[in-house]
C-alpha cells in the first residue's frame, strides 16, 4: 500500500550521493529564482526535463507523479496572464516547473534508507542540544510505516460495521472510533518498546 | 518526551496518512474535493494538543520529504514542496501548534459541552484556516509571482470547505475528548 516513490535503475543520477542532489535542489531552488531570464531559465528547464525523463520511467509513470503539481503551475499561470506581463508568466512556469522536474528526479532516485541516513545526520546538531533524538524520529517513522496497513483495516472494519447496521458512511462518524480506537493502542506500544529497551532510558 | 508520547504522535501520523486513503467527497456546490487529511491538523491540535500534535505533521512533512506517497492522491517526494503549494504543507506543523495552543487553554473537563464545542471549533478555525493561510497564501504569492491580493482571493473559494472541516473537527475532537480525552495530559 505504502511503496516508495523510488524507481530502481543504473542511471547516473542514480549513482550521485544523497547529499550532493539534496545540495543541488537548494542551490537550484534559489538560484532559479533570482533570474527572469528566459535565457537561462529555458535551458534549465531543458535539462531538468532531460534528467527527470532519463530515469527509466514510461511517459505515463513520468506524468502521473508530478501531473497534480503541474496542473496547480498551470492554473495560476493562467490566473498570472490577466495580472503579470508576459514574459514574467513564461518565467515563472519555467521556472517552477524546472524546479518540480528536478525534485521530481531526486526522489525517484534515492531510496528511503539514503533519506534516512541523511535525516539522521541533518538531526545531529538539534541531538547535541538535547532537543531530540535521531534514534527516536527512526522509530516514530518505523512506527508509522508498521500502522499504517492496520488502522487502514481498521477504517475499513468500521465502515462495514456501518453498512451492516444499514448506516451512512460519513467521515463524521467514522473519524470518531477511528481515532480513540487507534490511540488506545499507544499504551499497550508504549510498554511493549519499553519492555525491549528500544530507547534505553 | 516519554515513549507513550512518541508512540501518539506516530500514530496520529499514520492516522493522517489512513485519511489520505479515504476517498475524497465531492460537495455539489462548490468544485473543490474535501478530502479527509487536511482535517488532520485541526484533529492533530484538538486532540492530542499543541506539541505532539505539531510533531505529528513534522513526521508526517518528513514522510512526504523521503518519497512516500502519503498525500491524498497518492501524491509525495521532494516535487510537492517546489510546487506553488509547499507552503501549506510546511505550514501544517505550525497550524497544529496553534490549534494545539488554543484547545489547550480553552477547553477544559469542567466545562459545559457547548462550550467544549465553541473551543474546539475556535482552534480549529484559527489554527487550521487563518494560520494556515497565514503561510501558504504569501508563500504562494512569492513563488508563483501572482499578486498577494489576488491569491488571497483565489483562496477565499477553499474556505466554506474549510469551515465544513472545522465543524467536523470540532465534533470528532468533542466525541474523543469525552470518549478519551488525551488533550489534558499534554506532552
Known amino acids: ?201 | 518526551m516519554n515513549t507513550r508520547d512518541l508512540v501518539l504522535i506516530a500514530l496520529f501520523a499514520a492516522i493522517v496518512v489512513v485519511l489520505g486513503l479515504i476517498p475524497p467527497i465531492t460537495l455539489g456546490f462548490i468544485p473543490v474535493p474535501i478530502t479527509a487529511q487536511s482535517m488532520g491538523v485541526m484533529l492533530a491540535g484538538c486532540i492530542i494538543g499543541a506539541k505532539r500534535g505539531a510533531l505529528a505533521f513534522l513526521l508526517f512533512v518528513l514522510l512526504v520529504a523521503i518519497g512516500l506517497p502519503v498525500l491524498s492522491g497518492g501524491r509525495g517526494g521532494l516535487a510537492v514542496f517546489a510546487g506553488p503549494s509547499g507552503g501549506f504543507i510546511l505550514g501544517w506543523a505550525v497550524a497544529a501548534f496553534v490549534t494545539g495552543l488554543i484547545a489547550e487553554r480553552f477547553v477544559h473537563q469542567g466545562n459545559s459541552e457547548a462550550r467544549q464545542f465553541v473551543g474546539f471549533f475556535l482552534a480549529s478555525v484559527i489554527g487550521g484556516i487563518v494560520v494556515l493561510y497565514a503561510i501558504g497564501v504569501p508563500w504562494l504569492s512569492a513563488v508563483t509571482g501572482t499578486p498577494l491580493t489576488a491569491a488571497a482571493t483565489g483562496a477565499l473559494v477553499f474556505i466554506p470547505g474549510d469551515l465544513l472541516k472545522a465543524a467536523i473537527a470540532t465534533l470528532a475532537a468533542r466525541a474523543v475528548y469525552a470518549g478519551y480525552p488525551l488533550l489534558p495530559a499534554r506532552a
Open chain 1, 1 to 201: 500500500m505504502l511503496t516508495s516513490l523510488y524507481v530502481e535503475g543504473q542511471s547516473w543520477f542514480h549513482r550521485v550521493p544523497v547529499r550532493l542532489k539534496l545540495i543541488a535542489l537548494l542551490v537550484l531552488s534559489v538560484g532559479l529564482f533570482t533570474t527572469n531570464a528566459p535565457l537561462l531559465l529555458l535551458p534549465a528547464f531543458l535539462l531538468c526535463g532531460a534528467l527527470y525523463l532519463s530515469l527509466g520511467m514510461t511517459a505515463r509513470q513520468a506524468f502521473s507523479r508530478v501531473g497534480f503539481v503541474l496542473f496547480t503551475i498551470l492554473i495560476l499561470a493562467a490566473v498570472n496572464l490577466f495580472l503579470v506581463p508576459f514574459p514574467d508568466v513564461a518565467a515563472l512556469v519555467l521556472r517552477l516547473t524546472a524546479l518540480v522536474l528536478f525534485a521530481a528526479a531526486v526522489t525517484a532516485t534515492t531510496t528511503i534508507g539514503a533519506f534516512m541516513d541523511e535525516t539522521t545526520i541533518l538531526l545531529k546538531p538539534a541531538e547535541r542540544l538535547g532537543l531530540l533524538r535521531a534514534a527516536d524520529v527512526s522509530l516514530a517513522l518505523g512506527l508509522v510505516l508498521r500502522f499504517v496497513p492496520d488502522i487502514f483495516a481498521r477504517y475499513q472494519a468500521i465502515s462495514e460495521a456501518h453498512r451492516a447496521r444499514g448506516l451512512p458512511i460519513r467521515p463524521l462518524t467514522i473519524i470518531g472510533p477511528l481515532i480513540i480506537l487507534t490511540l488506545k493502542d499507544a499504551d499497550t506500544i508504549a510498554a511493549a518498546i519499553d519492555a525491549r529497551g528500544f530507547r534505553r532510558q
